[in-house]
């Protein structure tokens, strides 16, 4: 009781650390590059203009995706639930972040064994998968790869996004979808607003299914893996009306 009580504790104060510092950094630049403009100091007043739109569009969208996990944690978010084939809607979205893989020269492949119906929010959905997809390609080096696995499994499905990126050391996998929070800030890019992860265990939740992260460690690349029951179980707390 001790123990998960001070860890707890450790998280709340993690949080209101790396919450202060993300939204500490747009705003330091907002108020300096508008005092700058103030005061006569910038040479190219459209850059330090698109700074400060690039910083205030950053705060909006931390905003609305605090808002969104706020509701989606106290349950007043509808889920608007379809019969789906997962297999098309992941091979839609591979295709639409194919241009960004491309890119960075990493290679995307999707593994599927065919038609997986199930009933989900399929828009909610594609907003977990592209999340994973997108953090994956954004970790992983020039030259790796992403395989993302679907298959049928104790009657639901799976699905497996395995990168070759940086990995995640043991000690932080359990504390990968807490908002805010950042592994290692040094060790490589950003993670976007920090939310993205936590709104999608809430919606995974929601469906009555599991996420986890797994990861030999660093420099041995990320799995998260996402579990869904073929239908999802119609209680009061899976689907509730906004008031």
């Given at each position: ?104 020269q990493v290679q995307l492949n ?134």
């Amino acid at each position: 009781m001790t123990h998960e009580v001070q860890s707890t504790q450790q998280s709340q104060r993690d949080f209101l650390a790396n919450v202060s510092h993300d939204l500490k950094t747009p705003l330091t630049s907002i108020q300096g590059y508008s005092q700058a403009i103030i005061d006569g100091a910038v040479r190219e007043p459209a850059v330090a203009a698109e700074v400060i739109y690039s910083e205030a569009g950053r705060l909006t969208r931390m905003v609305s995706e605090l808002t969104d996990l706020a509701r989606l944690q106290a349950g007043h978010v509808a889920l608007h639930l379809d019969r789906i084939d997962l297999s098309s809607l992941v091979g839609a979205l591979s295709q639409r972040l194919e241009v960004v893989a491309q890119k960075k020269q990493v290679q995307l492949n999707v593994i599927t064994p065919g038609r997986l119906i199930v009933t989900v929010d399929g828009d909610r959905l594609a907003q977990v998968i592209t999340n994973l997809i997108s953090n994956a390609i954004n970790f992983t080096p020039e030259g790796g790869h992403i395989d993302i696995g679907l298959r049928a499994l104790d009657n639901g499905v799976e699905i497996a996004v395995r990168d070759s990126g940086i990995g995640i050391p043991a000690a932080e996998l359990s504390r990968v979808f807490e908002r805010f929070y950042q592994v290692d800030k040094a060790r490589g890019p950003r993670r976007g607003t920090g939310l993205g992860l936590a709104i999608a265990k809430e919606i995974i939740t929601a469906h009555g299914g599991r996420i986890h992260a797994e990861s030999a460690g660093e420099g041995h690349g990320t799995t998260f893996v996402v579990w869904l029951p073929i239908t999802p179980p119609t209680t009061p707390q899976l689907v509730k009306a906004q008031p």
